[in-house]
């Protein structure tokens, strides 16, 4: 992983040629409810395996995009916060170089890829994402025949062994520039909605493209409430955060995750 | 194409793209090896592209607006409707998840009757043919009064229908709703003259003053003040509302709010009108409210200063936060949640409702807006909603020897929801001739002799008319997007629709049945009334062509008018009582407070939702706990009963106890106890069975005086410790992103 | 012979047994004959003597993912006078083969072929995308339209579809296929 040199700013440290195109997402965090329908519409959307019971009490549970809640402050000041995490399709993404296989990469439009059928299940790119956002297939599901019936034939079904994570609804992407394509169109700004953002009823997130300057995505980076997690990194996400408004959040302690109010496993 | 057909289809369509089998490394399913050749046509092959279908969404609580993508004859996402009014395109996690109801192997495939009475263990499955006669007989055999029909509360097409059955058949119509809201319901009709809630409209205020309401987790319609709340926090034009909120515990709509503030319970009424006091500083009460100063005149006994101690919120705060609520360009005061679940729940709500005519923003922009009639005048927006009192006397009368001849069920489960102490399981059980339309076995279609399983929605016809809606007056149209799983053909058995099936009744028992209900179907009863839309002209689709009008209106999933304005009859609260919070138990031998709370996944539990693992292994907003019951006590009051995390306790009120493991709860309060809804079946299927317990059972069976319904926030309870501990499956603590030194993952900023 | 020799014989025999595995497959597909169907249907005679364009059976070629396999519906659109009672057909092979067609027509069976192009699942190939690029459908499935008994001629395996993609200077990012 490459550590960003102290006050670079994202676009020198790009190690892909740009295209005209880099995917990405702005997540208010001002606006997030905690409601979860976005994680429900990307079980549904992307085959995700069911977690079952035992396979949450074996910490094993895997959810692309997942609804962190941080605790803050003492009762009764106390207050829960909400933060969407995902893979956040770092430029610099510390998983990519682990893989001994290449089966993670990152290509031209800034998705952080991963190739199911080259991944043997080293694991390595987990290990070394500081957003958690992969998870390893540590089981053969079992579906009934009627849960089959729901399986989006867009989507692989992954096997054991493998790992996987939020890929942006690729397949979605594709379905959508083939369209244009087909009609002999150029992709427009809005055209693509990754299964979260469809559902998202506060429209907390919103995708598109972060190059093209006019895209609601990329104007929405710009506003002067954005950050990003863990930004000293230097792993210059494509996922731009959105401050939490708090008009009284001088009065309070600052939220900090992991900070624990009662077990020490505090946050989502 | 038949349902195997389907089947085998579902399996191997195309090349590459087709087949969802599972990506196998080494060994590929035999059925990969196979292209079939379906018998008809099937609709997406006509074209080549997905099939989308709009319908309405019955499992989100609310009737959402969904469009469902059909892909070789089975739906495999569902997506709200852009164009709806309610939700716009938006969705809830209950929406998403009716996938796993629709295809919910645990799902009743034929009708059946139990092997021996009243044991759900062992069914045999029957032919409609073979069972309908013997059903039929029984309805015609039953005297006048005979017959008694439990639903879950229903509008539309099909709550006329139930209407007009009951009534010609001379059947007694009981509908079932857990959490009554009946106090918000009769207040809305004190306050603002209409019995339906209004609409809040949060996404163009700028200051929101709620108390218990929890509109984005329960309330009438999540999604629609999700997307609300969206344009509340950051819409384009408008600056940042401010969020105040009061309840009994650190709600998930409470985590939302810019300050929260702990209640004591059942003060909620004193609260609003000590805002009332501080709002009309020294002025006059108006007369329309004077019925709240309970014959005073004035409102001086609510000043700040006197009820803080009530109500365990400090005099500034309420003077502060009624400052705000007077002083901002708009605002508006909402209520709901356990506040209305009190023996006192009516003089909470309408206090609550009160400041808005404080406020003068009924009609307004940003304030209350009241929601438009249904647009047609024999198809109800209201259902009919049985209280928990005429409840409590029903089951007393059978138990007292009135026994019915005939029950019917759909869709209401109050076996499981209504407080064990009613034993409603053994005085159902002495029904003779129970018949249920469920399609999961349930608790209480565990009771039935004879089960008719109806098509998921997604399979069947039905109309909606949405809980909110101030801008259009809408007929959403639910229609059957894919054909039904468990498909008749050739004979054989299948599901068969819960309201074509009252139909086809209608139609052989002749007489008034048949003339209130003409309909052979469904499909026909509202394409009947899609025709008198048509006639008028108006609307979000207009035909001179009834057929032209009638795709139209399926293609974009209702049809809508903009609503003329309601005129509000004037408030009239003189039937209202002044009252405190009257609790089942003395405080010594059950020190703690019980608020049960619905989930924004699994909702109160009565419908099938624990059924979906999906929403069962979905991670709880506040505590993260996913696929059980958990009991949220203050670390405090954990530490002062010597309770670890995770240790089983018994909760025991007055009519019963239960059992569940602990979670430390920073958000609530040392005299409070917090248990979710949803889990605590005895059936369901796999994925909710003996999961759980379920705090409805051993709610004390208090009533609200002046409402009739349960007063489900009444119950007091005594927590002990088992000495047993278990692990609570919690999503918290399985990922989280590296902790760097002086770098917070999230991040607060105090300018808007 | 140690533990560790007899693992990497081990190893190397089901490497050599994985090969000739694969090697069969190849031959197999590429094999001068295609597998048997459960109706001797002949591209042929529908396509060289009947002159019937691909699409009028692949109807979703231009616009789906899938070019489809018509319906039994679709077939009895011209069978339903074409079969045994018409004088002009006089083939027996070719009455045998319309009527086990009518059979499962009025059997309502659906029919099961053999599928000759198999994809493994982890693909996704699209085929509205080549016919849109200018590709006829013979680049890839070759003469289909002078075959009896439909067979494989390309091997259609990766480093085909990449050779291929790279000649034409289409993308090769893999999530164009693998998704």
């Known amino acids: 992983m490459r550590q960003a040199a102290e006050g670079q700013e994202q676009d020198t440290s790009k190690p892909v040629t740009s295209i005209g195109r880099r995917w990405g997402m702005v997540v208010d965090l001002d606006r997030c409810t905690g409601c979860q329908a976005c994680v429900v519409a990307c079980h549904a959307e992307n085959n995700i395996a069911l977690n079952l019971e035992d396979v949450v009490l074996q910490q094993r549970a895997m959810n692309w995009i997942r609804i962190e809640r941080y605790w803050e402050g003492e009762y009764p000041n106390v207050k829960a916060r909400f933060l969407p995490m995902f893979c956040q399709h770092c430029n610099n993404a510390p998983c990519e170089p682990v893989c001994p296989v290449y089966a993670t990469y990152h290509n031209r439009e800034g998705l952080n890829v991963q190739v199911y059928n080259r991944c043997i299940g080293t694991r390595y790119c987990a290990n070394n994402c500081p957003y958690h956002a992969r998870f390893f297939n540590f089981w053969e599901r079992d579906l009934e025949e009627e849960q089959r019936e729901y399986l989006n034939p867009n989507v692989t079904v992954r096997t054991k062994g493998i790992m996987e994570k939020c890929t942006f609804c690729v397949q979605r992407i594709r379905k959508s520039e083939w369209e244009r394509r087909h009609a002999d169109e150029e992709l427009q700004d809005g055209d693509v909605a990754p299964a979260c953002v469809q559902a998202c009823p506060t429209d907390t997130l919103v995708f598109g493209n972060l190059e093209d300057e006019n895209s609601r995505v990329a104007k929405l980076a710009e506003n002067k409430r954005h950050y990003r997690v863990l930004e000293n990194l230097g792993t210059d996400t494509n996922v731009i955060y959105l401050k939490k408004v708090d008009p009284h959040a001088s009065e309070t302690a600052p939220a900090h995750a992991g900070a624990a109010a009662n077990s020490g496993r505090n946050s989502a | ?752 | 012979m140690t533990a560790g020799a007899m693992r990497i014989t081990i190893g190397a025999l089901v490497v050599v047994f994985g090969l000739v595995i694969m090697g069969a497959v190849a031959w197999l597909t590429l094999s001068a004959e295609g597998p048997e169907q459960p109706i001797e249907f002949m591209h042929s005679v529908h396509v060289e003597q009947n002159d019937i364009d691909c699409q009028f059976c692949h109807r979703n070629v231009e616009t789906g993912a899938e070019a489809t396999i018509p319906a039994v519906e679709q077939c009895m659109i011209c069978h339903k006078v074409i079969n045994g009672e018409n004088p002009k057909v006089t083939n027996p092979l070719h009455v045998a083969e319309i009527a086990k067609l009518q059979a499962h027509w009025e059997n309502r069976e659906p029919i099961d072929w053999v599928r000759v192009h198999v994809m493994p699942d982890h693909v996704r190939f699209v085929h509205a995308a080549h016919i849109k690029a200018g590709f006829d459908c013979a680049t890839c499935h070759g003469d289909v339209g002078s075959m009896e008994r439909v067979k494989q001629v390309r091997s259609l395996n990766m480093g085909d579809c990449v050779g291929c993609h790279r000649e034409n200077n289409a993308p090769t990012d893999c999530t164009i296929c693998h998704r």
């Open chain 2, 1 to 752: 194409m038949r349902r195997r057909d389907v089947l085998k289809l579902a399996g191997t369509s195309g090349i590459g793209m087709g087949a969802a089998v599972a990506f196998a490394g080494c060994g590929t399913p035999e059925r990969e090896f196979h292209i079939q050749s379906p018998v008809d046509i099937p609709e997406d092959t006509v074209t080549g592209l997905d099939a989308w279908y709009a319908s309405i969404c019955q499992d989100s609580g609310d009737g959402s607006g969904v469009i469902v993508r059909v892909k070789s004859g089975r739906a495999r996402k569902i997506e709200g409707n852009p164009d709806y009014p309610l939700n716009r395109g938006k969705t809830s996690a209950r929406t998403q998840a009716a996938l796993q109801t629709l295809y919910n192997p645990d799902r009743i495939p034929n009708p059946m009757v139990p092997r021996r009475k009243r044991d759900s263990s062992r069914y045999r499955f029957m032919r409609w043919d073979e069972v309908l006669p013997e059903f039929q007989e029984k309805l015609s055999a039953a005297s006048n009064g005979g017959i008694v029909m439990i639903t879950e509360p229903v509008n539309g097409h099909l709550g006329m229908i139930l209407e007009r059955f009951t009534q010609n058949i001379g059947a007694r119509w009981l509908t079932y709703e857990p959490l009554e809201k009946a106090a918000v319901r009769q207040a809305s009709s004190l306050v603002f003259g209409t019995t339906r809630v209004p609409q809040f409209d949060i996404a163009n205020t700028s200051y929101l003053l709620s108390i218990g309401g929890d509109f984005l987790e329960g309330g009438d319609s999540p999604v629609h003040y999700g997307r609300a709340y969206g344009n509340f926090r950051q819409g384009a034009g408008r600056s940042r509302g401010t969020f105040a909120h009061f309840d009994t515990h650190l709600t998930m709509t409470a985590a939302n709010a810019d300050e929260w503030h702990p209640i004591n319970p059942g003060t909620e009424g004193i609260l609003a009108l000590s805002i009332a006091h501080a709002i009309l500083d020294g002025r006059a009460v108006p007369a329309a409210l004077q019925p709240l100063t309970g014959g005073e005149g004035n409102l001086e006994a609510y000043a700040a200063e006197q009820v803080a101690d009530a109500t365990g919120v400090p005099a500034e705060v309420i003077q502060r936060v009624a400052h705000d609520f007077a002083a901002a360009p708009t605002a508006v005061a909402m209520g709901g949640g356990s506040a209305a679940g009190h023996t006192n729940g009516l003089f909470n709500m309408t206090a609550i409702f009160a400041l808005n005519l404080l406020k003068n923003n009924v009609r307004q922009k940003g304030g209350v807006l009241l929601n438009a009639p249904s647009p047609l005048e024999d198809i109800p927006a209201e259902a009919p909603v049985t209280s928990f009192q005429d409840w409590e006397t029903f089951l007393n009368e059978v138990d007292n020897g009135q026994v019915p001849q005939v029950l019917l069920v759909h869709g209401a489960n109050p076996v499981f929801g209504l407080p064990g102490v009613l034993n409603a399981a053994s005085v159902l059980g002495r029904i003779p001739y129970i018949v249920s339309f469920s399609n999961v076995l349930d608790e209480t279609t565990a009771l039935a002799d004879l089960i008719l399983p109806d098509h998921h929605f997604l399979e069947s016809w039905g109309t909606s008319v949405p809980p909110l809606g101030a801008e259009y007056a809408t007929l959403g149209i639910q229609q059957p997007v894919v054909r039904p799983y468990h498909q008749e053909f050739d004979g054989a058995a299948g599901t068969r629709a819960f309201a074509d099936v009252l139909l086809g009744l209608a139609q052989t028992l002749g007489g008034p049945l048949t003339e209130a209900l003409p309909w052979e179907s469904m499909r026909d009863a509202i394409r009947a009334s899609v025709d008198e839309l048509q006639a008028r002209g108006e609307g979000s689709v207009t035909s001179d062509d009834p057929e032209v009008f009638w795709l139209s209106v399926l293609q974009r999933g209702g049809w809508w008018v903009p609503a003329e304005s309601v005129s509000p009859a004037a408030p009239d609260l003189s039937s209202l009582q002044v009252a405190e919070p009257d609790f089942s138990s003395d405080a010594q031998a059950y020190p703690y407070h019980l608020v049960v709370t619905p989930s924004v996944l699994l909702g109160d539990g009565s419908g099938s939702l624990a059924a979906s693992p999906w929403l069962q292994s979905t991670s709880d907003p506040m505590t993260t706990g996913v696929w059980g019951t958990w009991i949220a006590l203050s670390p405090k009051t954990m530490e002062a009963l010597g309770i670890q995390e995770n240790d089983i306790v018994r909760l025991t009120s007055v009519a019963g106890s239960m059992l569940a493991p602990v979670y430390p709860y920073p958000g609530i309060g040392e005299g409070v106890v917090s248990v979710p809804l949803g889990q605590g079946h005895e059936q369901l299927g796999r994925y909710a069975e003996n999961r759980g317990d379920n705090p409805l059972r051993i709610l004390a069976p208090v009533v609200q005086e002046q409402t009739g319904a349960l007063a489900w926030s009444a119950t007091r309870v005594r927590i002990a410790a088992t000495g047993r501990r278990t692990r609570l499956p919690r999503i918290e603590g399985i990922t989280a992103p590296v902790q760097m030194p002086d770098e917070k993952t999230f991040q607060i900023t105090n300018e808007s």
